[in-house]
T-cell receptor, first 111, second 117 residues
């Protein structure tokens, strides 16, 4: 079983739509959670951290469910520029200091 | 540009050759990480440094791979006797706790794309 699992997609949505991605992680001791965005052939960039109480940044809302060990990202009013791969990232906190990335969910927003 | 830089951006080599990549982190970042990414996958951790000390190595880092950060600034990743399976994007990232940041907020460089023929 992968440590961090995501639906690879692609999610094809029209502009203005609301889309949600989920991600599950295997280690219940995980402490830190993030969403990174990666454009085609570019490096990953931090989109937002995910806090236990949930957090919002403009059109983006991230939530954490520790009991079920999943993280979600909701994008409202999708823009063409949101088209990218969204990587779920976890610090598994097994004494490691590196991040563990999911394989990513590809989003394609269509006009 | 004050971001993470990597050189070269692309490297094509023949199987069996040695290659070396360089990463220059954001100047005040004391942690530096190497990841490898293949098509359709997320980045996979290889190793990381705090200052000049290499604190963790992944099982992915076979004995053909070696990384250094001699003065706690730039880092090099060397692959000896390259194999076709080494073809991937090699990403470097850096982080710091300065200014209230978290070590978990890692900033990535553009990567070095390695193709082994």
């Amino acid at each position: 079983r992968k440590e961090v699992e995501q639906d690879p997609g692609p999610f094809n949505v029209p502009e203005g739509a609301t889309v949600a991605f989920n991600c599950t992680y295997s280690n219940s001791a995980s402490q830190s959670f993030f969403w990174y965005r990666q454009d085609c052939r570019k490096e990953p960039k931090l989109l937002m951290s995910v806090y236990s109480s949930g957090n919002e940044d403009g059109r983006f809302t991230a939530q954490l469910n520790r009991a079920s060990q999943y993280i979600s990202l909701l994008i409202r009013d999708s823009k063409l520029s949101d088209s990218a791969t969204y990587l779920c990232v976890v610090n598994l906190d097994t004494g490691r200091r590196a991040l563990t990335f999911g394989s990513g969910t590809r989003l394609q927003v269509q006009p | 540009d004050t971001g993470v830089s990597q050189n070269p951006r692309h490297k094509i080599t023949k199987r069996g050759q040695n290659v070396t990549f360089r990463c220059d982190p954001i100047s005040e970042h004391n942690r530096l990480y190497w990841y490898r990414q293949t098509l359709g996958q997320g980045p996979e951790f290889l190793t990381y440094f705090q200052n000049e000390a290499q604190l963790e190595k992944s099982r992915l880092l076979s004995d053909r791979f070696s990384a250094e950060r001699p003065k706690g600034s730039f880092s090099t990743l060397e692959i000896q006797r390259t194999e076709q399976g080494d073809s991937a994007m090699y990403l470097c990232a850096s982080s710091s706790r300065a200014g209230g940041s978290s070590y978990n907020e890692q900033f990535f460089g553009p990567g070095t794309r390695l193709t082994v023929l």
